[in-house]
């Protein structure tokens, strides 16, 4: 007969409903826009405290971050680390333990697109498409992992793409990082199963951010055609829900991945694309 009794990943007190990541801390890369923003503001409204990381104005910034802590009354903090560089992919886990105490959740979400053909992609945006979309996750991961199978709890998200399990024409790069990062994903899922780690990797199909508005701007002059028409028959033509999925749909994903209601959800590639991998 197998053990049914509460497991010593289990935390003892249920969490009100609500609130299920309350005492939880959450590191979101790439938080200061789109689905990372989005992902980050359902963290918070679930109860955990979450440190914010990505480009943009600090002023613009600290306001966005004073104003979740008021709305979900959590702790909230800021580390501006450029997650090209692997040094300081490990100085954002440290600096969000040393302000926040420890990183419980971990979502890697930090990315950036270039859309050129194969034979005249430049390797310079090869190389930064790599090294952010895949490797700082790789960094991030090896920064935390140790700390989170100590404590017998962790979760670790990466958002990987529709990308990461077919691919497109045109975007070598980000295809490449996107199905390395599954990999990445279910690697670690292994290493942590005995631990009360979980790691998952969440595919989206086209999402309105900002990240597509300038990837269809790249579309239109690889395929030389105008932007209504790169929406139309490029982006959501893949999309057979016909319509851009919202961030707060992966964002919700990720707060129940978090959750203790998904301790045996890992290893996984979920899709959040309208239908676009299952044709
Ligand atoms: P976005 O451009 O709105 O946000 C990207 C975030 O990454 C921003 O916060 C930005 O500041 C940050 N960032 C960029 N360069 C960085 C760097 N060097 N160091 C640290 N942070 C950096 O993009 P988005 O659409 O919200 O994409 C978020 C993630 O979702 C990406 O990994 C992307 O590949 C993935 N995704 C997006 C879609 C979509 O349709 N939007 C679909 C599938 C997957």
Redesign the pocket.
Known sequence: MPDTSRSEHQSAAVPPAHRPLAGRVAVV?????????AILERLAGAGASVVM????DPGIIEAELDRIRRDHDIAAAYVA????DAKACADLIATAAERLGRVDILVN?????HVAPVESFPPEKWDAIVA??LSAAFHTIRASFGAMKARGWGRVIN?????GLVASPYKSA?VAA?HGIIGLTKTVALEGAECGVTANAIC????W????ERQIEDQARAHAIPRERVVKEILLAKQPTKAFAE?GEVGALAVFLASDAARSITGTALPVDGGWTAQ
């Not at 990381?53 to 943009?56: A, Q, T």
């Not at 680390?81 to 090209?84: E, F, I, N, R, S």
């Not at 979400?109 to 697109?113: D, E, L, S």
């Open positions: 890369t790439g938080s200061t826009s789109g689905i990372g923003l990381n990505g480009l943009g680390a450029d997650l090209t979400n930090a990315g950036i697109q952010l979309n958002i990987a793409s529709a990308h980000y996107k989206p199909g086209y999402v951010t900002p990240l597509v961030a």
